[in-house]
Nanobody, 126 residues
Framework: QVQLVESGGGLVQAGGSLRLSCAAS????????MGWFRQAPGKEREFVGA????????SYQDSVKGRFTISTDNAKNTVYLQMNSLKPEDTAVYYC???????????????????WGQGTQVTVSS
């Protein structure tokens, strides 16, 4: 079993920054894929980005490329999502997810992940 706990959300003005953390517990191996998703009110959950547990094989949704960065600290069992130049449209509940194995090309699909955190709210004011 893997447990994920997100933290770091909050209210920030447009143009500001936040760093989300995802603390993982349980048996996580280098083969795991760690994903970040978000869900705004009335919208479907959407992919933000993903990384291997080692911190390589990074991928991002086009709308966040150049603004968001995913990193890992294996010693702390934590994955981070650094968000810069935030926009009001980034407002959502952000979720961390984990999967022991993801088929090539499917890492952006929520159904590829079996473990989820509870989510943390990010609100960007204009």
């Amino acid at each position: 079993q893997v447990q994920l706990v997100e933290s770091g959300g909050g209210l920030v003005q447009a143009g500001g920054s936040l760093r989300l953390s995802c603390a993982a517990s349980g048996r996580i191996f280098n083969s795991y894929t760690m994903g970040w998703f978000r869900q705004a009110p009335g919208k479907e959950r959407e992919f933000v980005g993903a990384t291997s547990w080692r911190g390589d094989q990074l991928s991002y949704q086009d709308s966040v490329k150049g603004r968001f960065t995913i990193s890992t600290d294996n010693a702390k069992n934590t994955v981070y999502l650094q968000m810069n130049s935030l926009k009001p449209e980034d407002t959502a509940v952000y979720y961390c997810a984990a999967a022991p194995f993801v088929l090539p090309g499917t890492g952006s699909r929520p159904q590829s992940y079996g473990y989820w955190g509870q989510g943390t709210q990010v609100t960007v004011s204009s």
